[in-house]
């Protein structure tokens, strides 16, 4: 048998990850409620989706720049404003927004109806940013500013204070 063909025959390990309706890891934040659908432990750490669902008037996290991991958002509900920069775009429902590495952005659900999107992160390591602004909600303390920038700091990720 070729290389080639060793490498294209059907692969057992590791196994097939299916998450139902009710599955995942419910991560809550404020209005926010995230449901980590991949949290890259099933991909080799190349891939993590979570569910967002985003309360009316919520406001997003400060404008932030990765610098190694690409963002995606898909929105399945509702419209959800997406600050790029300067520039603002309204996302309804069907559209994709994806954001490489170094590009400043934030969103919000700026509408009366709740905002339900689909994020990826490739690779995973922003997950475990949401798992630690929970536990700083969890254990009593603020989420002030510098409590998230000390927690994106952490997941190579950097205050965006100009729109470069």
């Known amino acids: 048998m070729t290389e080639e063909a060793k490498t294209s025959e059907p692969q ?5 990850s299916v998450m139902g309706p009710g599955d995942g890891e419910m991560i809550v934040l404020g209005t926010t409620r995230m449901r980590v659908l991949e949290d890259g432990s099933h991909t080799g750490h190349r ?28 929105i399945l509900s509702g419209t959800v404003r997406f600050t790029v920069g300067d520039e603002d775009y309204d ?3 069907g559209t994709l927004v994806m954001v490489p590495p ?5 969103f919000a659900n ?4 709740p905002a339900v999107m689909l994020s990826t992160f490739t690779p995973d390591l922003y997950v ?7 536990e700083v909600l969890a254990s009593g303390r603020p989420l002030t500013p510098q409590a998230n920038i000390d927690a994106m700091s952490r997941y190579a990720t950097e205050p965006a204070t100009d729109p470069a």
């Open 12 to 16: 057992t390990h590791p196994p097939v």
């Open 128 to 134: 475990q940013y949401f798992r630690d602004l929970q």
């Open 91 to 93: 996302a309804a429902t």
């Open 110 to 113: 700026l509408t009366d109806q």
């Open 47 to 74: 891939l993590a989706i979570a569910e967002s669902v985003l309360a009316p008037h919520t406001q997003g996290p400060p404008q932030h720049r990765h610098a190694r991991h690409d963002e995606g958002f898909y």
């Open 102 to 106: 170094g590009t400043p952005h934030t």
